[in-house]
């Protein structure tokens, strides 16, 4: 199986580390660059490290929660056009209003299938909302 998309550098976070691996080997197999971590302060670290195109986030996460990450990686000023993706098993209106206002581009809710993922990783993001 050939690449399908062109590469990005993607971060995958998510406390539950079999889901973070299975959502980075996905990514992977399409040929992106992926790393997972499993902590929001690892998250945060990682970023710095891969400036990522896409990050695929978690909520709900005992050290750092997903609101607080993307919030942290929009104040920082580095991720303007890094497209944040909320990855979660939280999908009532609360829970996709406070994605949208602490910086989140997409929420997406688990069980995501395959192409989803692909496709959000591949979507670009607009400052212009």
């Known amino acids: 199986m050939g690449q399908q998309y062109p590469s990005r550098r993607v971060l995958v976070v998510d406390d539950n580390p079999d889901a973070a691996e299975l959502v980075a080997q996905l990514l992977a197999l399409q040929g992106h660059e992926v790393v997972f971590t499993c902590s929001g302060a690892e998250a945060l670290a990682a970023a710095d490290q891969l400036d990522p ?3 695929f986030l978690d909520i709900s996460m005992p050290d750092l929660d997903g609101y607080q990450v993307a919030s942290a990686l929009r104040r920082s000023g580095r991720f303007p056009l890094t497209r944040i993706v909320a990855l979660t098993a ?40």
Do not use: Q
């Open 53 to 55: 195109e896409v990050v």
């Open 90 to 129: 939280w999908g009532n209106t609360k829970a996709r209003e406070w994605s949208t206002a602490t910086g989140f581009d997409a929420h997406i809710i688990k069980p995501a299938c395959a192409e989803l993922l692909y496709s959000e990783a591949m979507r670009g993001r607009s400052l212009v909302t």
